[in-house]
């Protein structure tokens, strides 16, 4: 019967279509790991930017505190020429020791935020060099990926022409029902019949439709895994010899 044949024919070049997605599906997991690393890299990266750009404004903050403090001192400094009495004069000085001594203070702040910042740009270095060399990686596998997908479609989409051109010829309730079947039964949707049974679920067929199957006029279906039947001689003379 030809359209068993068409059938078995588009059966094939669907399975093939599955086997051809599988393999593209698995590509990616392949990149996984590394885009693990990567991402993980990166998140080390840009944590250490920020707490490198924190410590800076930080840094820049204390810097311009300690500056003002010292223009402070100067301008005291020079009103100190132009005072005429004592007390002023110890006031005014006394004013000046302790915005020093503040100052003082303000710069072992600094210094101590300066040791911080140094490891902190280090770490950024160093993290940044990691990240690169991971991004380098990625990015590479990336492209690669991308041309195995990239061919992977172009399979897919010369098998979907094939399998357009066989089912051309099908009527279309067929087609639909065999895609069903096809979705519905892992792949298997027309099944051969030997031994009086379906080779699809195995179940025993009725002699009467063993015998209609035999004769090979119709299209008929497994009672119990609706599965579409053809009579193989070949199989049915294999296993009985
Ligand atoms: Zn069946």
Known sequence: MEQVKVLLDLQEIMTRRCAIEEEKRKVPLDVADLKGLFEEREAAFLAAGQEFESLRQQRRDREREIEEERDLVEKAKAKLMGIKTNKEYYAMLKEIEQT?????EREEVLLALMARFEEAEKRLADLKAEFEEVEGRY?????DIDARMATFDKEIAAVDAERRRIGASLEAGLLRRFEQIFD?????????AHNCSCSGCHMN???QLYNMLQRGDKLYSCPNCNRLLYFSEEADGAEAG
């Not at 990015?139 to 492209?143: D, E, I, L, P, S």
């Not at 519905?184 to 051969?192: K, N, P």
Request: net charge positive.
């Open 139 to 143: 990015r590479t596998q990336m492209v």
């Open 100 to 104: 020093k001594k503040v100052n003082t």
């Open 184 to 192: 519905r039964r892992e792949g298997l949707a027309i099944a051969s």
């Open 205 to 207: 067929l009725s002699p």
